[in-house]
Structure formats: structure tokens, C-alpha cells
């Protein structure tokens, strides 16, 4: 954002991320310790990941792999096993 403006973004250029991620165990816990460490503050697992100098993939999704963090979630999460 430059003076208040914004910018809208090419959309064939962008994913949208998904929740869980994974990455062996051993990777993301040195990553987790080294951000700590230097103060570095990452949005997710991925970030931490490419922080310690890994390189991070992208694979094809669903929105039905839901996460569930709050009592709407797990209303949507019982209408999907009810169908």
C-alpha cells in the first residue's frame, strides 16, 4: 500500500494457503526454536519453514479440510459427516 492505496493483485499468481501443513517433526521444531531465538515472527509453519532456509511446496487442496477452532466450525464439521 502506497498512500493509502491499494493495489489489487493478478490472482493467476496466488494460492491460498490451507491449515494443517506438514513437515517432519525434527524441521519444524529447530525452525520454531530458531524464530524464537532471533525474534522472527511468522504467520505460519510454511514462513518458519522458508525462514531456515527450506524450500516449501504447494499441493492442491479442498475446502472441505476444514479447521476447527470455534463452535461454527465444528456445526460445519458435523453437517459434512451428517451428509
Known amino acids: 500500500m502506497k498512500d493509502g492505496k491499494l493495489k489489487t493483485l493478478n490472482r493467476d499468481h496466488l494460492w491460498a494457503a490451507q491449515t494443517p501443513q ?13 524464530a524464537k531465538k532471533d525474534g522472527f515472527y511468522a504467520t505460519d509453519d510454511a514462513a518458519l ?3 531456515f532456509g527450506h524450500d ?3 499441493v492442491h487442496g479442498s475446502y472441505d479440510n476444514i479447521k476447527i477452532t470455534n463452535p461454527e466450525d465444528l456445526q460445519k464439521a458435523s453437517s459434512y459427516v451428517n451428509k
Open 56 to 58: 516449501v511446496a504447494i
Open 22 to 34: 506438514g513437515f517432519s517433526y525434527d524441521l519444524i521444531i529447530k525452525a520454531h526454536e530458531k
Open 49 to 51: 519453514a522458508e525462514s
